[in-house]
């Protein structure tokens, strides 16, 4: 493969790339200054070319769906939007009845369904177990993605039960991969500042490393622009990276920036365009081994994506038939793409669309006209 030549031109980029090849990753130290000095195109150049080499011009997505069990959260963490107190009259707690409700519409145009939500302070194991059941009895091929750690550690506690147990049980009721999400930043003096009492970061990745013992992929995610600092980001890519190295099963980490409103963590830093992008490169170069690295169509919007999808993401966010929890939170992306939508914004950033199912075991190009033919969509969204 040729080497851009604004690697070559750089010292610290092509520092990077040596040690990557000498030593099949980039340290934390190093990952911290190029955070902090690599210029932009020159990091997401060196992103694309390790991205291009593991799935050329491949940009992998899927059909699915998102439905939230609950917003009635025992917890109050400072960046969500989401939770409701109990007797908040906008709080819902769905049935599994309503959960396979939600689903129905979608029937026949998602297979996979994203499920996660608030801590509820009356369910334990049965209500969801009822739910995978119930789910997979109505729709055997639609593959279910649901529960944060903090939902797992909720539910073993409410239900009396170790987490190896819950998620045995989970699981051969139908659960079949974890989204990831609650991540947040994995350093516990900033989780006690805007998530107290959520799990600490150790039992974060002591949940998934059980999840992977038991056959169970997971994704990873981090929330950043709150009030985290560069070293505080690097840390957390490097813990998920030594997880995996000890556990193996995460397949895609998600990173997202946090979404301003006039009311949660006033204090919260933010992150420009530009930042978005730099972690994403960042996240390829450092996170050698995980596979897939997802631009989160939902929180960064279409076009953001598109340049995401540019530097180094392999991975778009589905064609989400309906979402709530980035929406609450301020996000105006458009929901309900199909396949042949989400494609051509693929094809407009000149990648090649890949769809997926939700565990990355089948793939399956998508023929899309090129736009010298004149068939290409314009983008829509934001
Ligand atoms: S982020 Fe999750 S755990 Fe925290 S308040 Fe919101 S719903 Fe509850």
């Not at 040596?18 to 990091?43: F, K, W």
């Not at 519409?105 to 009356?122: M, Q, R, S, T, W």
């Not at 909720?154 to 990831?180: C, F, N, Q, W, Y």
Request: proline share 4%.
């Amino acid at each position: 493969m040729t080497i851009p030549i604004s690697i070559r031109n750089d010292v610290l980029l092509s520092k990077a790339l040596q040690s990557l090849i000498d030593e099949g990753r980039v340290s934390c130290e190093l990952g911290e200054e190029l955070h902090t000095n690599a210029t932009l195109p020159g990091l997401t150049a060196l992103a694309m070319m390790i991205k291009k080499s593991r799935f050329g011009n491949s940009i992998f997505f899927n059909e699915n769906l998102h439905v939230n069990t609950t917003n009635v959260c025992t917890l109050a963490c400072r960046f969500c939007a989401f939770r409701k107190g109990p007797r908040h009259r906008d709080a819902y707690s769905l049935t599994p009845e309503e959960f396979v409700s939600r689903i129905e519409p979608f029937e026949g145009k998602i297979d996979e369904v994203h499920a996660v939500g608030g801590l509820h302070p009356d369910w334990t194991i049965d209500h969801y177990s009822e739910i995978y059941r119930i789910t997979k009895q109505r729709f055997p091929g639609i593959s279910i993605k649901s529960l944060t750690a903090v939902e797992v550690k909720h539910i073993a506690s409410k239900s009396g039960l170790g987490v190896l147990e819950t998620l045995t049980i989970l699981r051969d009721s139908g659960l079949d991969s974890l989204p990831g999400g609650g991540a947040e930043i994995l350093v516990d003096t900033i989780r006690d500042r805007i998530c107290m009492g959520k799990e600490k970061s150790s039992e974060y990745l002591e949940i998934h490393g059980i999840a992977h013992e038991l056959g169970i992929p997971t994704n990873c995610t981090m929330l950043f622009g709150t009030i985290e600092t560069i070293q505080d980001r690097i840390t957390h890519l490097n813990k998920l990276r030594e997880q995996q190295d000890s556990s193996g099963g995460f397949q895609c980490f998600v990173p997202y920036p946090f979404l301003k409103d006039n009311t949660r963590l006033p204090e919260a830093r933010l992150a420009s365009g530009e930042e978005v992008i730099r972690i994403i490169s960042l996240s390829r170069i450092m996170l050698d081994n995980i596979p897939h690295i997802k631009a989160y169509r939902m929180n960064i919007g279409d076009h953001l994506s598109t340049i995401a999808i540019n530097s180094g993401a392999d991975d778009i966010d589905g064609t989400v038939g309906h979402e709530e929890i980035m929406h609450v939170a301020g996000s105006t992306t458009n929901l309900n793409y199909d396949s042949y939508k989400l494609g051509n914004l693929i094809v407009s950033a000149g990648q090649n669309p890949v769809k997926r199912d939700s565990t990355y075991t089948r793939f399956e190009p998508l023929e899309i006209k090129s736009k010298k033919e004149g068939k290409l969509l314009p983008i829509i969204g934001q």
